[in-house]
């Protein structure tokens, strides 16, 4: 019932930047964790980011000094802000988010993947 719509993505070249957004809709009623994962081909899905509702944050150790993860709660909304991209960064990154919906039923979703190409 909570849907998750990822934007932002394309193609960049070493050492540029992105950001990507994640607005999330829906009946909600609370957002608790929101994050950022990506997949490679041929390889598994591995968190890139999180941020709680409170803002702590954790990240990916070959991301930390570049991504940054921010999010809005009065929009419903995560980012994703990638600066000194690497070709290794190329992925289809997801938005994932839980909480609660409705009167006060719990939710994990993912948003369909946007893609992030990184290349000379």
């Known amino acids: 019932q909570v849907q998750l719509v990822e934007s932002g993505g394309g193609l960049v070249q070493p050492g540029g930047s992105l950001r990507l957004s994640c607005v999330a809709s829906?009946?909600?009623?609370?957002?608790?964790?929101m994050g950022w994962y990506r997949q490679a081909p041929g390889k598994q899905r591995d968190l890139v980011a999180r941020?709680?509702?409170?803002?702590?944050?954790n990240y990916v150790d070959s991301v930390k000094g570049r991504f940054t993860i921010s999010r809005d709660n009065a929009k419903n909304t995560v980012y994703l802000q990638m600066n000194s991209l690497k070709p290794e960064d190329t992925a289809v990154y997801y938005c994932y988010a839980n909480g609660q919906y409705g009167i006060a039923v719990p939710f994990s979703s993912w948003g369909q993947g946007t893609q992030v190409t990184v290349s000379s």
């Open positions: 829906g009946s909600i009623r609370t957002m608790n964790v």
């Open positions: 941020i709680t509702s409170g803002g702590s944050t």
